[in-house]
């Protein structure tokens, strides 16, 4: 059985649909160096990538999850809620395929969603949220 936590604030910090992130990953930054880089692979695909958005790596970090390349529009992903049970932290999120014969753009997409949060150095969990809460 798993200890209900408690609820730890966050902020998007991108969210989108198109990423130079093409496989999956469920990325942790707590550096700005690994930040600027993961940033430039992640705005790769603009003509005029965006800067990477401020964090102070003292006092935060950077939790994202990317979905990977898919072959049209309407897949999404979402982080629901950050917690602190027992000794780690968990980052919940949803993901939503299209529905079946859905009307949806015909490109490739890379769903993802990036986070700013307080920092913690100990272990972080990903897990996905179900459905139905």
């Known amino acids: ?52 958005p401020p964090v102070d790596f003292s006092r935060e970090m950077v939790v994202g999850i990317f979905m990977g390349q898919r072959g049209t529009g309407g897949y999404e992903i979402e982080i629901t809620r950050v917690e602190r049970a027992d000794s780690q932290l968990r980052v919940y999120y949803r993901s939503k395929d299209p529905e079946p014969g859905a009307m949806v753009t015909q490109m490739l997409t890379q769903p993802y969603h990036v986070i700013k949060l307080p920092r913690d150095d100990g272990p972080l969990v990903v897990l996905r949220e179900d459905p139905s809460r």
């Open 1 to 52: 059985m798993t200890t209900v936590g408690m609820a730890v604030p966050f902020s998007t910090l991108a969210k989108g649909f198109v990423s130079g992130m093409h496989e999956p990953a469920q990325i942790v930054i707590r550096s700005q160096d690994e930040w600027v880089a993961v940033w430039a692979r992640h705005t790769r695909a603009h003509a005029q990538p965006p800067s990477a």
